[in-house]
Structures are given as C-alpha cells and as structure tokens.
C-alpha cells in the first residue's frame, strides 16, 4: 500500500472511534486535526471537545488502537493539542452539527 492508502485507511478506521458522551465519531466531530505516517509509524493530531473532558483518555486510546489496525503500522503516536481550540461551529461536519442542534 501506498502512504496516501495507509493514511486513508487510518482516517477510516479513526472514524469508528465515537465519543462515548455524544454518541458521534470524533471525525465528524472534527476533533482530530492530522494524520501523518512514516515508515511504521502514524502521528495523530487530536482534540477533545474540552480540556476537562472525562473521557479524554478512552478517546486517545482509541484513536491509538484505530491507527494500529490498519496494517503496516505498527505505532501510534497520539497528541492532544489545544490549538486551535474546538469549535463544532467550525470543525464538525454538517451531519454531526445536525445531530448538536447546530445549524
């Protein structure tokens, strides 16, 4: 597989991971910024939809677990970044703003 397919493949599997509290995907959330791959290696980039969040560990672990399925990569590594801060209005999809009430 090519990187692109391998990255592609990542997003896929990342969309399986739902936030336990809203019951939607943390992609179409929009909380997950980037998707890098290198040799083995995936480097994520994510958010949460609050600093205090509870289950801010469940979600990173399983972004982790979603990266390490994909075959070719073996290692994950997951960042929580603050910047730019979430903001559904801005990074959730349209689907997922339907579901917030967003409109």
Known sequence: MTEDEIKD?????????????????IKELGLIYSVEVQD???AV???LTSMGCPAGPE???????????VPGIEEADVEVVWVPKWDPHIHASE????TLGIF
Not at 9 to 25: C, K, T, Y
Not at 59 to 69: D, I, Q, S
């Open 9 to 25: 493949q990542i997003w896929q599997e990342i969309a399986r991971v739902e936030d336990p509290e809203l019951g939607i995907s």
């Open 40 to 42: 083995k290696k995936a």
């Open 45 to 47: 980039k994510m958010t």
């Open 59 to 69: 979600l990173k672990a399983g972004v982790n677990a979603a990266c390490t399925r």
């Open 95 to 98: 689907e997922a703003k339907m």
